[in-house]
């Protein structure tokens, strides 16, 4: 179905891929200490030439204001972003980020369609693939995600309680046992934080999270969908092309048909991808 929304609760889009840097080099800075976890950090000139190449065929698309997420001289560590990317025209809607093994695009409000956002991203992934180092230009992705996150405020929820939104409107029930049903107190409903996993086709697994939470300072019933491949893809544009658009469709679909009872709030618009 064609349709998007006037007033979505599209609180981010994130695409996303991650691969294994071959020329990091590993360093470790001190023996660990016991009860201590130790991570690995990476840096070198091949990823600080790797970092110019992207920051330069971004910034052809009109990426052009740069900035470094983490100081020089601080260790970082795999599928850290280092660097984001932002068109200084229209700074706060779609943003790129690069780090050690990871890009991923990010698509903020006003963001208005899928149709008008993927173009910008694909753009933006044809850049990552001409700007790889020669040593990794054929390796495979290791994992590529589409995540939605979504926050159904008061005006969506029209004032119902996280239980009732989700029994009533998105049509998921989560029942009690008297075990834990009777020690809760009375007149007070118990918070809800439930993880989905469900494996689909394509090698594609879909992980949906709902909980409480603010957002903006409002209370929110927040729905976070990622759609996730992570069998090794190839490092060709259509490749991954291909995986994000299943991600999508699956994304999309499970959106709309949870969310059908409240369209009307959300105000519809027929004929445009959301």
């Known amino acids: 179905m064609n349709l998007s929304f006037a007033k979505p609760p599209l609180v981010e889009i994130v695409v996303e891929l991650r691969w294994t840097p071959v020329q990091s080099q590993l360093s470790i800075s001190a023996p660990a200490q016991a009860g201590t976890v130790q991570l690995p950090f990476f840096g070198n000139s091949k990823l600080d030439e790797f970092y110019m190449r992207i920051a330069g065929k971004l910034h052809q698309q009109g990426f052009q204001a740069i900035?470094?997420?983490?100081?020089?001289?601080?260790?970082?560590?795999?599928?850290?972003?280092?660097?984001r990317y932002k068109k200084p025209a229209d700074p706060s809607t779609t943003l790129c980020q690069a780090g050690p093994g990871i890009f991923a695009v990010n698509a903020v409000p006003p963001y208005k369609s899928w149709k008008e956002f993927f173009p910008v991203a694909e753009a933006a992934i044809g850049a990552l693939l001409e700007a790889r180092d020669s040593s990794e230009k054929n390796l495979p992705f290791s994992g590529i995600s589409l995540r939605y996150i979504n926050a159904f405020t008061n005006e969506l929820t029209g004032g119902r309680p996280t239980p009732v939104f989700l029994a009533e409107v998105l049509g998921i029930s989560v029942a009690l046992?008297?075990?834990?049903?009777?020690?809760?107190?009375?007149?007070?409903?118990?918070?809800?934080?439930?993880?989905?996993?469900?494996?689909?086709?394509?090698?594609?697994?879909?992980?949906?999270?709902?909980?409480?939470?603010?957002?903006?300072?409002?209370?929110?019933?927040?729905?976070?969908?990622?759609?996730?491949?992570?069998?090794?893809?190839p490092p060709g544009l259509k490749a991954v092309v291909?995986?994000?658009?299943?991600?999508?469709?699956?994304?999309?679909?499970?959106?709309?048909?949870?969310?059908?009872?409240?369209?009307?709030?959300?105000q519809p618009t027929e004929g445009v991808a959301k």
């Not at 107190?185 to 409480?212: D, H, M, R």
């Not at 299943?246 to 499970?254: F, M, P, R």
Request: hydrophobic share 45%; charged share 10%.
């Open 67 to 83: 900035e470094r997420l983490v100081p020089p001289g601080f260790p970082t560590v795999m599928h850290q972003p280092i660097y």
């Open 177 to 233: 046992p008297p075990a834990l049903a009777g020690v809760v107190k009375k007149g007070q409903l118990p918070q809800y934080a439930l993880q989905l996993t469900l494996p689909i086709s394509n090698n594609i697994v879909l992980a949906v999270n709902f909980a409480e939470a603010l957002v903006n300072g409002s209370a929110a019933v927040l729905m976070d969908t990622t759609a996730s491949c992570n069998t090794g893809i």
């Open 242 to 266: 291909d995986v994000l658009n299943v991600a999508y469709g699956v994304v999309h679909e499970i959106f709309l048909e949870l969310t059908s009872p409240i369209h009307k709030l959300m």
